[in-house]
Each structure stands twice: as structure tokens, then as C-alpha cells.
């Protein structure tokens, strides 16, 4: 038997000696330079990240996601035969906001979109001013969108780094606390690509750097998309090299992990793979995903509903907080549409159903709260029901 041996070599830098102990050269070499070094995060702002981040996940606490941009809103909009104008914009997310202080128990933190942010209830208060009162953080979706990656098969980036400390330091002043940026891969043949890949990273921690610099948190949302039939442990590996590549690219940028969030998507299988999961194996799954990829330093995990239905994104996520593995994150929700196709079955454009509507909002924000907290029941269903919430080439 022919055995064979391999040895790996690499070269010390001139300054460190043959026994591997650094030279007093050297040494004094790293001194000079990491005393030079130019701080990235006063002490202050450090701490203010750290508070932020750490109330908005909170045990049995989670974001509530409204952050769609105008396209999204023609999306909800157009099956009720409600025009997609400012105003019913303006209407519809007053009744998530402006319901019983009981939301409050549930929801720590809501991400508007920029319009939304700038926006006032009937009697002339701001939104804003609505959700502080209610003790609940304002944040903003501070990206632009979804743009093609010329020469890959159909895949983006996204863009909004032009001016993004300005408009972080504006939203910080006019009561923002966190930000959210959001980046999305598809699964295919060769998909995603490398280049998709370290393109998303760099840009996620592009952004994240310049949010903590103005004080605010950024949640970092590298959604692996479900579209497609692809099985379970596809959607795992895939989301394994992401995460691995979005954590390393916000080492590179000195990001402080401490004062960021994750917003993920849940390791399922594509909306058309034959093969049916249970809640066990996607817990399985995506918290062994997380556990390889994700620091513990980061203080939680928020992830994204990605078209589950509200019953399955409750008990999903409560699946995952029950699943026994190790979870040094906490493990919450940042939803959109799992928080949001009740209120609107039941709003459908009446302002007679607003009370109606604001309770389904509640009692979903409820249901998902337990999950957060490995607590769910089950049977919260609402007048959305358990309808999927999958949209394909949902690009925005
Ligand atoms: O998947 P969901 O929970 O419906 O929405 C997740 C989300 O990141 O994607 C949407 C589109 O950017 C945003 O409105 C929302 O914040």
C-alpha cells in the first residue's frame, strides 16, 4: 500500500524567529499599528448599538416588517381592487399602527419604508411618534431595490450605498434606530453564483458598516429565495456558503457584530419540491445552518416569512426555538406578509373593519411572540388561513 503524506508549509514573515515566537521587532511592530489604529465605534456608540439591537429581541419579541416598497404595495393592493395611491398606502398602515398598546407586547420594532416613515395618522401624528409611544422602535428599509448583475443568469444585487450615511444620519435624527438592507439569491443550476455571492456580502457589510457609523442598527438580509423544487438539503448548503460569506465579508469591514441582527431566510425546500417537510426538519436544519455560519456575537436572529403561510411561519419558528440544539442567538421574527395577509383579507378597503383588522393583526402578532418563545400552540389561524404566501420572481 503506497501511503501518501501531505504537509503544508508557509512561510513565516522574516520578523518571526525559527522557534515561532514573534521577534521584539515584530512585536513592537503590531503594538505601533493596532495603537494607530483609528477606533471604528466610540464606546458610546457601541453601547447604544448593543441596547438597540438587545431590546428589539427580547424574549417573545419580534419585528414587524412594513417596509414594502411601493411595487410590493400594487401586489397586496391589486386583489382587493384597491388603487395603489398614497393615500390608501397612508390608511392601510395606520391600522398596523395605530391599534391597542397590546402590540406592544409582541412587537418591539417596525421597519417602515421611506414614504411610510414620513407619514401621519388622521389626527396629524406621525407614525413615528405613534410606535414610540407605543414602545416600539421605528426602523427603515434604507436599500433601493433589486438591480440585474449583468452577465449571470438572471441574478441582483441591490442597490442604495450612494449617500446611505447622509440618509442614515437624517433618519437617526428623525428617530430611527435600525435599518434594514435586503439581498436576494436564487437557487438554480450553478445558482447562486460566486460572484452573486461576494457581491451581496460586500454590499450587506458595505451597509452595515455605514449604519453603525450614524448609530443605528443594521439588520443584514441575505435571503436565499424559495423559488424552485430543490430539496431541503440544497436550500441548507446554499444557505451555509451564504451566511459563511456575508460573515466573513462583515469581518473585513470591522462591522461590529454585537450591534447588528440577522434576518434570514428559514432553511425549507422550494416552493415546488415534491418531497413535504415537517417542522422538525426545518428547525433541524436551520439551526444547524446558523450554528456553522452565524457568531455567537451576533445577539439574535430575525428571520423573514419568505412566503410560508402565517400558521406555518409560527409554527416553524416555533420549531426552531424547540429544536435542542445549541442557540447562543435568540431566535425571532421579522415578517412581512406572515404578519400582515389577515389584517388585509380583513381590511379589504373598509373602514368599517379597521377594529377587525387591527385584532388580526394582534392575534397573529401573538401567535408568532410564542413561537419566538418555543411556546406556540398552534390554531391562531386567521382569515388569511393557512394560504401560502408565495409569490414566484418576487424580485422587489
Ligand atoms: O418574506 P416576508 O416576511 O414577507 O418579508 C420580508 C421582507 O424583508 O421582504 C419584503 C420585500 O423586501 C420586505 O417588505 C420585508 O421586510
Redesign the pocket.
Same mark, same amino acid.
Given at each position: 500500500m503506497v501511503e501518501l503524506k501531505f504537509r503544508c508549509t508557509v512561510n513565516p514573515p522574516s520578523d518571526i524567529n525559527n522557534s515561532g515566537k514573534a521577534s521584539k521587532k515584530f512585536s513592537e511592530n503590531l503594538f505601533i499599528y493596532s495603537s494607530n489604529m483609528p477606533q471604528y465605534l466610540s464606546a458610546d456608540k457601541e453601547k447604544e448599538l448593543i441596547e438597540t439591537a438587545t431590546t428589539l429581541i427580547v424574549k417573545g419579541k419580534g419585528v414587524l416588517? *412594513?417596509?414594502?416598497?411601493t411595487a410590493?404595495m400594487l401586489k397586496h393592493f391589486q386583489p382587493l381592487g384597491l388603487e395603489n395611491n398614497e393615500e390608501n398606502r397612508r390608511l392601510y398602515r395606520q391600522i398596523l399602527f395605530t391599534g391597542s398598546k397590546e402590540l406592544s407586547n409582541y412587537i418591539s420594532g417596525v421597519?417602515f /419604508?421611506h414614504e411610510t416613515f414620513y407619514q401621519y395618522d388622521n389626527n396629524g401624528k406621525s407614525f413615528r411618534e405613534i410606535l414610540k409611544d407605543k414602545g416600539i422602535i421605528p426602523g427603515i428599509?434604507v436599500d433601493k @431595490?433589486l438591480v440585474p448583475l449583468a452577465g449571470t443568469n438572471g441574478e441582483n444585487t441591490t442597490q442604495g450605498l450612494d449617500n446611505l450615511s447622509e440618509r442614515c444620519a437624517q433618519y437617526y435624527r428623525d428617530g430611527a434606530r435600525f435599518a %434594514?438592507w435586503?439581498c *436576494?439569491l436564487k437557487i438554480g443550476d450553478g445558482l447562486p453564483s460566486e460572484l452573486c455571492i461576494r457581491e451581496t456580502s460586500n454590499v450587506l457589510a458595505r451597509y452595515a458598516s455605514i449604519c453603525q457609523q450614524n448609530g443605528i442598527v443594521p439588520i443584514v438580509?441575505p435571503?436565499v429565495l424559495s423559488e424552485g423544487d430543490h430539496d431541503l438539503e440544497t436550500c441548507q448548503y446554499i444557505t451555509e456558503k451564504v451566511l459563511a460569506a456575508t460573515y466573513k465579508a462583515l469581518n473585513e469591514h470591522h462591522v461590529f457584530l454585537e450591534g447588528t441582527l440577522l %434576518?434570514p431566510n428559514m432553511v425549507t425546500a422550494g416552493f415546488d419540491c415534491k418531497k413535504k417537510y415537517k417542522p422538525e426538519d426545518i428547525a433541524r436544519a436551520t439551526v444547524t445552518a446558523l450554528q456553522r455560519t452565524v457568531p455567537p456575537a451576533v445577539p439574535g436572529i430575525c /428571520? #423573514?416569512?419568505? @412566503? $410560508?403561510s402565517e400558521e406555518e411561519?409560527s409554527i416553524n419558528l416555533n420549531a426552531i426555538n424547540q429544536y435542542p440544539g445549541k442557540k447562543p442567538w435568540a431566535l425571532t421574527?421579522?415578517? @412581512?406578509? *406572515? #404578519? $400582515?395577509a389577515s389584517v388585509l383579507a380583513t381590511w379589504v378597503g373598509r373602514p368599517e373593519n379597521v377594529s377587525a383588522a387591527q385584532n388580526q393583526l394582534l392575534k397573529r402578532a401573538q401567535a408568532h411572540g410564542a413561537a419566538a418563545k418555543g411556546e406556540y400552540k398552534g390554531g391562531a389561524s386567521g382569515t388569511a388561513g393557512g394560504q401560502s #404566501?408565495f409569490e414566484a420572481n418576487?424580485n422587489?
Open positions: 416588517a *412594513a417596509d414594502e416598497s410590493s421597519i /419604508f428599509k @431595490g %434594514k435586503r *436576494a438580509e435571503e %434576518k /428571520f #423573514l416569512s419568505g @412566503g $410560508q411561519a421574527f421579522s415578517y @412581512g406578509r *406572515a #404578519l $400582515q #404566501l418576487r422587489y
